[in-house]
């Protein structure tokens, strides 16, 4: 699978096209988000991913957790091996 390191490389984010039919990615330890005015840890795990206007939307039913991270932030931390796209 293709690791993205760019916008262009995530254009089924916004509705584009489609990256090798991703929708969900696993978390691993290292991902923090700002949650209200302070940084929170994303608990590790799978979530589903939907685009929200220029970012990333990652929710989970089974941890109850829902956060965003821009499409920058998003690509870096696929880059870093932080997160794991999963095909399906």
Same mark, same amino acid.
């Given at each position: 699978? *293709? %690791?993205?390191?760019?916008? /262009? ?12 039919? #991703?929708? *969900?990615? #696993? $978390?691993?330890?290292? $991902? #923090? @988000? ?9 608990? &590790?795990?799978? @979530? ?6 220029? /970012?990333?939307?990652?929710?989970? #039913? ?8 821009? %499409?920058?932030?998003? &690509?870096?931390?696929? /880059?870093?091996?932080? %997160? ?5």
């Amino acid at each position: 699978m *293709k %690791i993205p390191a760019t916008v /262009a490389d995530l254009e089924w984010l916004e509705g584009e096209g489609e990256l090798l039919n #991703v929708r *969900k990615a #696993v $978390v691993r330890s290292g $991902v #923090v @988000y700002a949650n209200g005015e302070a940084a929170a840890p994303a608990p &590790c795990g799978e @979530y589903e991913l939907a685009a929200d206007l220029g /970012a990333v939307r990652l929710s989970s #039913v089974a941890l109850a957790r829902e956060f965003t991270l821009s %499409i920058d932030a998003f &690509c870096r931390l696929v /880059a870093e091996g932080r %997160i794991s796209m999963v095909a399906e």
